[in-house]
């Protein structure tokens, strides 16, 4: 497998910036989960959102599979910064990992946005902070790997000499 070719510090800092917020609202409404709290909501009903049977998967809450996927993402994030100042090179797996991860969290989202108007039919707004910023971090790892995913073939064609 190539590497990708010289992904920029800061596009990598900011998919981290970016699961560490998501992190921090998913976190939240996990602590009001487990403090039975609704918290306050300027637009929308939180509570109508926090309470439905689709707040949790199997005694789950929902939020807490968020803060697992942001903390997923922001450790790959993290790992990769650090291989690149570090010696050896090993960023290359984080990086790729944080963005072939993305997707889960842009479908997962859209889902539940789904669930919110379809289903519920009422808001929660930290819930749509979530799916911005998961959206946020797909728009990254799909830009990171449009520009700098390696390019031409992989392997030598069937019969080619090998270098």
Not at 47 to 54: D, F, G, K
Not at 135 to 160: K, M, Q
């Amino acid at each position: 497998m190539r590497p990708l070719t010289k992904v920029p510090t800061a596009a990598t800092a900011l998919l981290l910036a970016v699961a560490l917020i998501g992190l921090l609202d998913a976190s939240y409404l996990t602590i009001e989960h487990y403090r039975d709290v609704i918290p306050p909501c300027a637009v929308g009903s939180c509570e109508t959102v926090l309470t439905s049977a689709y707040s949790t998967v199997f005694g789950v809450p929902v939020s807490l599979l968020g803060a697992l996927y942001y903390l997923l993402i922001a450790g790959c994030a993290f790992a990769c910064l650090e291989g690149k100042h570090g010696s050896g090179g090993t960023h290359e797996p984080f990086l790729r990992a944080a963005i072939f991860l993305s997707p889960l969290g842009l479908l997962a989202s859209a889902a539940l946005v789904s669930i919110m108007a379809f289903a519920l039919h009422d808001y929660c707004l930290y819930c749509l902070g979530s799916a911005g910023t998961s959206t946020l971090i797909f728009a990254i790892a799909a830009w990171i790997w449009a520009r700098y995913r390696p390019r031409g073939p992989a392997l030598p064609a069937a019969g080619a000499p090998l270098a």
